[in-house]
């Protein structure tokens, strides 16, 4: 039996032995991006260095990633869809290419992990009018002794990955799968096909194609491999489970599961659900920039989780209170790879509490509600007022409301939904579950600006409310504005307000040149920089100066000089969440 802590290790172990720097993993979080609302990938927070930027920590990386991905969640319950994973990764910026990526690929299955070779497929580009056939890569794993018949050519719906959103880094990829000894669903079986035969355990993506608006593809300044492999997946494949609820990160969750839940149909489907979402909000809570749960944005998502495990722990007849067991359980199996969530305990407990009591209440006053409106409905169709009744009386997330539709047979008027929903002036999450689906930030001169100016903005905000306490809780750019989070009790006066905008001027005035140092991390410390002084993996860190106004750990990129800033303007100042308060800011001239 492997666990999923001998894996992580095993991993690390093996590209720190080729020349790979140990990366930390970044925040479920994105920093600066307004299109993605969670981390989905490890290449994520690498795209300013895939572009070309210099990263500190060299040309060859490794790490192990949180992720949470919620596009599949209609699907978690089957054995291997889940909402939030850990992708270990290696990268190559500029540096090595395909040939010593398969062969790194083929040496830590076959030696390090013992895979018989006999048991891996893989796939690779077929080529199209963009790019040419990969005949590289399948020589290359044909070398290793993969034989032919177990090396797929297929087309770029398979073979191909990125951009994350709608420009940006991407390329041909070769995928590696495992071949499980189950019957094949027909004779034309292949990794294409979702059947159970192949099950997909990691992506070699060779970037070398940067994607414009209009559609075509550059070649990039670098070449780049952007490689990702499943944790929980390729855990449960090397124990031979059929399942990633049978491996270690899961059992003990899923053990009490079965302890407490009634035998009622779908139970495991149920069971799975909740460890599924519990360990994502666990995640979420506990995350170092700690989403609480809103009705926007990741606040939004979060509880939307939170409430899906709710309704499946009623169904199972559960007490709610074990749902907060779960966390507990997580808690203790993860704070040691993944620190934040033991220092985060209390929150994490305490806000999933909170959003248990709240919504527990109105839970099965809404489900009665549902079935009372059942009975009335006309052609099976349940109008967009009722919808939105069970949301704004009820606490139902429309998500909710639609997958309990779907149970019954019915259908939802989501138009009419939306325009209630807009009539009430609140904040459609449509718009977030957009962003989720989109892609990266751009990396415009103006974004860069705006950049800037959020360094300035904390630094003026630590000025203005005297308080060492503060934080960045989150930040979102697009080309248009700022926004930015930071933990605070209260809302700000129109004085203080005032008194930040005008200390961020001040610096714009100043005409400070803005210097990008790079250093370790105790020297940041010791000058006072602000960031995430976690030394456990990055040594060395990219600090930005701005005069004597701000100093702070952070990736860039930046605008040169304060003064090509403009006229700095704070926009709005509102609640973001419990004791989270945002501000939209904008540069003008
Ligand atoms: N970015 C690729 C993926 O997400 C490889 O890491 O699959």
Redesign the pocket.
Known sequence: MITAKQLRQQYLDFFRSNGHAIIRSASLIPDNDPTVLFT?????PLVPYLLGAKHPQGTRLADVQK?VRTGDIDDVGDATHCTFFE?L?NWSLGDYFKKESIDFSYRFLTEVLGIDPARIAVSVFAGDEDAPRDEFSADCWASHGIARDRIFYLPKKNNW??P?GITGPCGP?T?IFIIRDVPACSETCSPACDCGKYVEI????FMEYDKQADGSFLPLAQKNV????GLERTVAMLNGFESVYETDVFRPVMELLDQKAADVPDRLKGMRVIADHIRTATFMLGDEKGVTPSNVDQGYILRRLIRRALRFARTLELDPAVLTECARIYIDLYKEPYPELGENSARILDELEKEITRFSATLQQGLKEFDKLLKYIQNNRMSGKAAFKLYDTYGFPIEMTLELARDNGITVDEAGYEACFKEHQQKSQAGAEQKFKGGLADHTEQTARLHTATHLLLASLKKVLGDEGIQQKGSNITAERLRFDFNFPRALTPDELKAVEAAVNEAIAAGVEIVCEEMPIEQARAQGATGVFDSKYQDVVKVYTMGGFSKEICGGPHAANTAELGKFKIVKEQSSSSGVRRIKGVIEG
């Open positions: 989905t990938a490890g290449m994520h992720c992708m990764g990955w990125g994350a990829d995928e990691w992506n070699n993506v952007d490689t990702g492999m």
